[in-house]
T-cell receptor
Framework: RKEVEQDPGPFNVPEGATVAFNCTYS??????FFWYRQDCRKEPKLLMSVYSSGNEDGRFTAQLNRASQYISLLIRDSKLSDSATYLC???????????WGLGTSLAVNP | GAGVSQSPSNKVTEKGKDVELRCDPI?????LYWYRQSLGQGLEFLIY????????KSGLPSDRFSAERTGGSVSTLTIQRTQQEDSAVYLCASSSLTSGRTQYFGPGTRLLVL
């Protein structure tokens, strides 16, 4: 089992749609979680950290379920510019490395 | 402030040659990471430096790969006797204790081994 698993997609949605991505992690000792965004042929960029209480940043909402060991990302009112690969990340539980999912591809269509 | 920078941005080399890739982390960041990403694939962890601690080399794929970090700042990733399967984008990231474990990436070096 991969340490961080994501549905690779692709998710194809129309503009304005709401889309949700889930991610599961295997290390119960993981403490820090993130969603990164990666555009084609570009480096990953931090989208948002994921906090235990859940957090929202504009159209983006991230949630953490420790009991089930999954993280979610909700994108509301999707824009064409949201088209990218979304990477789920969890720390290795040893205060050192981050473990990266393979990413979920999103295409927002006009 | 300046972000993570990497050089060269692109490198084409012949099989069997050695290459050196450079990373300049964000000033003051104590942690530095090297990753490799092949076309259409996820990030593959290579090596991690944290301050003066011994680096975590657990991701290096073979002994042809090595990295050093001089003075706790600039890092160089060296690939000896390159093979075609080494072709990939090599990404460097840095983080600081105050940024939690948030990693900030450089633009990467695209390596093509002919």
């Amino acid at each position: 089992r991969k340490e961080v698993e994501q549905d690779p997609g692709p998710f194809n949605v129309p503009e304005g749609a709401t889309v949700a991505f889930n991610c599961t992690y295997s290390n119960s000792a993981s403490q820090s979680f993130f969603w990164y965004r990666q555009d084609c042929r570009k480096e990953p960029k931090l989208l948002m950290s994921v906090y235990s209480s859940g957090n929202e940043d504009g159209r983006f909402t991230a949630q953490l379920n420790r009991a089930s060991q999954y993280i979610s990302l909700l994108i509301r009112d999707s824009k064409l510019s949201d088209s990218a690969t979304y990477l789920c990340v969890a720390d290795a539980g040893n205060n050192r490395k981050l473990i990266w999912g393979l990413g979920t591809s999103l295409a927002v269509n006009p | 402030g300046a972000g993570v920078s990497q050089s060269p941005s692109n490198k084409v080399t012949e099989k069997g040659k050695d290459v050196e890739l450079r990373c300049d982390p964000i000033s003051g960041h104590t942690a530095l990471y090297w990753y490799r990403q092949s076309l259409g694939q996820g990030l593959e962890f290579l090596i991690y430096f944290q301050g003066n601690s011994a680096p975590d080399k657990s991701g290096l794929p073979s002994d042809r790969f090595s990295a050093e970090r001089t003075g706790g700042s600039v890092s160089t990733l060296t690939i000896q006797r390159t093979q075609q399967e080494d072709s990939a984008v090599y990404l460097c990231a840095s983080s600081s204790l105050t940024s939690g474990r948030t990693q900030y990436f450089g633009p990467g070096t695209r390596l093509l081994v002919l």
